[in-house]
């Protein structure tokens, strides 16, 4: 099985740009999409558990969408097989991100992401 780990410091600016480009993308990108079977469910969930084991929840108290709080990057890796990483990027190109700095940055991270070595 193929596996690309996903690593992110704490204490990087970048990172933290990174996880929340993945955390809030995948929330909003799998909100849009309409139907979804099962085996896509249960794939989400996993992918949430493990971008929530790396953070926890923003004291600030914004949600992004319904009762999804905002949370911030506490440090750490996690690794994703092949259905999960094709469907956390599907759900990240799926956002509709504003022209400009956001495109960049969602680009930037998208990029990162797919040039993770598989293991």
């Given at each position: ?58 004291e600030c108290g914004k949600k992004i969408i ?54």
């Amino acid at each position: 099985m193929q596996l690309k780990t996903v690593e992110l410091k704490a204490d990087a600016e970048l990172d933290q740009k990174r996880f929340e480009i993945l955390y809030n993308g995948f929330i909003i990108g799998g909100t849009l999409v309409q139907q979804k079977g099962l085996p896509t469910l249960r794939r989400e969930l996993s992918i949430l558990d493990k971008l929530c084991s790396i953070s926890k929840d923003c004291e600030c108290g914004k949600k992004i969408i319904q009762e999804e709080v905002q949370r911030e990057l506490t440090g750490g890796s996690f690794e994703l097989d092949k259905a999960e990483f094709d469907l956390l990027l599907q759900y990240l190109t799926s956002v509709p991100w504003s022209t400009g700095k956001s495109v960049r940055n969602a680009l930037e991270t998208i990029d990162w992401l797919s040039a993770l070595e598989v293991k």
